[in-house]
Each structure stands twice: as C-alpha cells, then as structure tokens.
Nanobody, 124 residues
C-alpha cells in the first residue's frame, strides 16, 4: 500500500531553519506533482509549495524567498528547506503527492495521497 511519511518537524526560534522530508513508499509506478501544505490552528489547510517531476516549482507568496522545495526522484522523496522562519509559519505541515500505484484494494490507479503531518513550531 502506498504511503507518505514525513519527518523533520520540531521547535525552532524565529529566524532559524528546518528541513522537512517526505518519503513515498509502496507499490509505486509513477510520481507526479509532490508538495507541502500547512494548517495552523483555527485555519484552513493552505499551499506551501509544489514541485513537478520535472522540477518546476510553485510557492505561496508568504514563503517565497524563504522556503525551497526540492525532490529526489530516485528516492521518491520531497523536501522543503525552511529558512528565516517566522512565528506565523507555525503549523502542522503535510506532504502531498499524486501517485500512480497499487492501492489498498490492489488496484492500479492515480490518487492523491497525504502524509500524517509534522508539527513545526516557531518561537519568537
């Protein structure tokens, strides 16, 4: 069964950095767009950044110039390097990926998968 597992969250001071990782595993045939989203308490989940299999990136205005998304296609892994973090970056960060693979019913299909989330807390 396909799954996404995130790591790298934690507590960081304002102005500091964190690197989040998300590895996709399971019976994967192809990975398309991968990305990071975040959800702060009392707010809706929002886009942070996405990256295509060819390396094309897209960022939310709030993180442009501070966050960098990248991926290792050989490892089915996506990263986001967060620099100069601010208290407003505090949220649960979720990994997302569009994957062509075998699902829990052993059927081959395209599906959007989510990780379990990793907490990032920025102290002022």
């Amino acid at each position: 069964q396909v799954q996404l597992v995130e790591s790298g969250g934690g507590l960081v001071q304002a102005g500091g950095s964190l690197r989040l990782s998300c590895a996709a595993s399971g019976r994967i045939i192809r990975l398309n767009v991968m990305g990071w989203y975040r959800q702060a308490p009392g707010k809706q989940r929002e886009l942070v950044a996405t990256i295509t299999s060819g390396g094309r990136t897209n960022y939310a205005d709030s993180v442009k110039g501070r966050f960098t998304i990248s991926r290792d296609n050989g490892k089915n892994t996506v990263y986001v390097q967060t620099n100069d973090v601010k208290p407003e970056d505090t949220a649960v960060y979720y990994c997302n990926a569009n994957i062509f693979g075998y699902n829990a019913q052993d059927r081959l299909n395209w599906r959007s998968y989510w990780g379990q989330g990793t907490q990032v807390t920025v102290s002022s």
